[in-house]
């Protein structure tokens, strides 16, 4: 997809993440701006979870997706969780933890998960940004704490 | 006028036990808010399913297949049965219904 597209497509996607939503599931925005979204989950009392999703080349590719600390460093073990979302990895290609579902680039790059195409699941209204991101804070709620 | 002898019955004046008959709600998903702004004001016995798909509509959602409800109360989050009205689901007063895809397994 041409550049100007890939960031059009983008900012379309976010437009809809607002200060309201983020009230309302107590997430803090931290970035919005092309190509990244910058989010931290929090919960009453539990532990902070930090997401920044790296969206270039949006929509060919998902988003990488990488976990971080409330103060933004790199997660060094996965969020304790029993969805089986959040591995504790090594992932090949980052040797970090990693966001192990359908919207991650890194599940979708992984030796197992080679033959689950993104592109199967690229149009759905569950993967848009904000869908995948709902994803992710959907797992990390059952868990958080 | 004694409350005990009007048109309404017993008890029932015409304001008595009207608001329980209706539940305001407003719906949150990553495509926006519906309605855009404040509440709708609906009967209680609706199912929620019928305001979750005029917001899909109003979004422009296109499938919502895996989609989970759920609200915030003082207990905690709690998904709610799209398909049971807001009364069943022990809903009333102001109701702020989250909507979005639950989490992909993992593996």
Known sequence: MHPVAVKALFNEQVATLSPALAQRRQWIFHSLAFPAIDCSFTAGGGTTLRVRFHCDEWNDLPPSITLHAADGAFLTTAPANPTGVFHAGPHPLTNRPFICMRGSREYHTHPSHLGDLWENAKNGSSFTLGGILTQVWNAWQKGAG | ?107
């Open chain 2, 1 to 107: 006028m004694s409350s005990e002898h009007n048109e309404y019955g017993p008890d029932h004046g015409p304001d008595h036990g009207h608001e329980e008959q209706f539940v305001e709600v407003s719906i949150s998903t990553t495509a926006g808010f519906y309605p855009a702004d404040e509440f709708d004001r609906i009967p209680a016995n609706q199912k929620v399913e019928v305001q979750l798909r005029k917001a899909q509509n109003k979004l422009n959602i296109r499938d919502t297949a895996g989609w989970i409800a759920t609200v915030t109360l003082d207990s905690g989050k709690r998904q709610i049965d799209v398909t049971r009205t807001y009364r069943e689901n022990g809903l009333s007063g102001k109701v702020e219904i989250d909507w979005g895809p639950s989490e992909g397994g993992g593996g």
